[in-house]
């Protein structure tokens, strides 16, 4: 049979192509999934089980360096993520900022 034509044991090489790590960029998706199951807050960390953005990738980190690189970047899109977190009505623009940040991260690695 021809190559790429239903074998099993062919791989796509288009597809074997693998994603470089961007721990930043998942440490932010991470946080946003923190809060989307948590809950979300401005005007304290925690409160009631909820988090504010700073919490949710405080708790999301597994390591401060990546912590650090997902704050700087959110602080460069921010001016502050902590006073930009308590000034949101809602988890809405809170949850976009994490997604779209992550997504932009990943599209400027594999560019």
């Not at 021809?2 to 440490?27: F, I, K, M, Q, Y």
């Not at 999934?33 to 990738?57: F, P």
């Not at 970047?73 to 993520?81: E, F, I, K, M, N």
Request: proline share 6%; net charge neutral.
């Amino acid at each position: 049979m021809p190559r790429g034509h239903g074998r099993d044991d062919e791989s796509d090489p288009v597809s074997d192509v693998a994603t470089p790590p961007n721990p930043v960029a998942d440490l932010l998706d991470t946080a946003a999934d923190y809060i989307e199951e948590h809950g979300w807050t401005r005007g304290a960390y925690r409160r009631r089980g909820r988090v504010c953005l700073n919490e949710a990738l405080f708790r999301s980190a597994a390591r401060l360096d990546v912590y650090r690189g997902a704050y700087l970047v959110l602080w460069d899109r921010t001016g502050g993520p902590v006073l930009w977190n308590d000034a949101q009505r809602s988890r809405v623009p809170v949850l976009k900022l994490l997604r779209d940040t992550a997504r932009e991260l990943r599209k400027e690695v594999t560019v």
